[in-house]
């Protein structure tokens, strides 16, 4: 795994730099919630199950405040669920994304390969404190292929990842599908398949 300083990752305030979005997932949290994956993560973890997410480059740069539009606009989103790519490189978007969300009723959750105690470290990326202080959930640590678990009933992928549930609300609520897959067919006719093991697909083949 490489040593984790610093993000390459240059974009204008305010933007998120971002891989996909669905709504209505119900194979990524608690009930049904928007999905946002992040484009960019250092970690090069083997058997990552979104490689395509690893580049910092530009895929789909979006206004904060146009992405929480969307998530609103469908009121079947209880919550929204980061996940990546690596969500705490874009922890100061993401948080002030969670701020326009929680006011409305939808709950918090985001996956990361960092672990909780690194997040609260100084070798944290910047602005961590402040996402961390938005979460009602977070899924930490990186995958570790040797550690695999590869149950489609299990809440992580790898034995070392932990669930901490910072809002109590939640705790009964552990029980996402996480043994089903979804295919989102958008509006431009492209599919995103996502589901067990947190694998999110991009095909554009309709
Ligand atoms: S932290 Fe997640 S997105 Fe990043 S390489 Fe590892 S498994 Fe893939």
Redesign the pocket.
């Known amino acids: 795994m490489k040593m984790i300083l610093e993000t390459p990752l240059k974009i204008l305030p305010g933007y998120l730099n971002i891989m996909g979005y669905v709504d209505e997932s119900e194979v990524n949290g608690p009930d049904r919630r928007a999905v946002v994956w992040v484009q960019g ?1 250092l ?3 083997p058997g ?4 395509a ?2 580049s910092f480059t530009e895929n789909q740069f979006i206004a904060v405040e146009d992405l929480a539009e969307k998530i609103l606009q469908n009121p079947r989103n209880q919550g929204v669920t980061f996940s ?3 969500p705490f490189w874009q922890a100061e978007n993401l948080a002030k994304l969670a701020q326009l969300l929680k006011p409305k009723g939808l709950n918090i959750m985001s996956f990361t ?1 960092f672990t909780l105690e690194e997040l609260k470290s100084e070798k944290a990326p910047p602005h961590s404190q402040e996402l961390l202080a938005e979460l009602d959930l977070l899924i930490d640590g ?2 570790l292929e040797q550690l695999a678990i590869n149950d489609p009933t299990s809440l992580v992928s790898s034995k070392n990842q932990r669930v901490h549930v910072f809002n109590p609300a939640l705790q009964d609520k552990l029980n996402w599908a996480s043994d089903q897959m979804e295919i989102h067919i958008l509006k431009d006719g492209s599919r995103i398949i996502t589901g067990f093991r947190g694998a999110m697909g991009l095909d554009n083949s309709s």
Do not use: A, H, K
């Open positions: 993560c970690r090069e973890c990552c199950f979104n490689p997410s690893w990546g790519g690596e390969g990186p995958y």
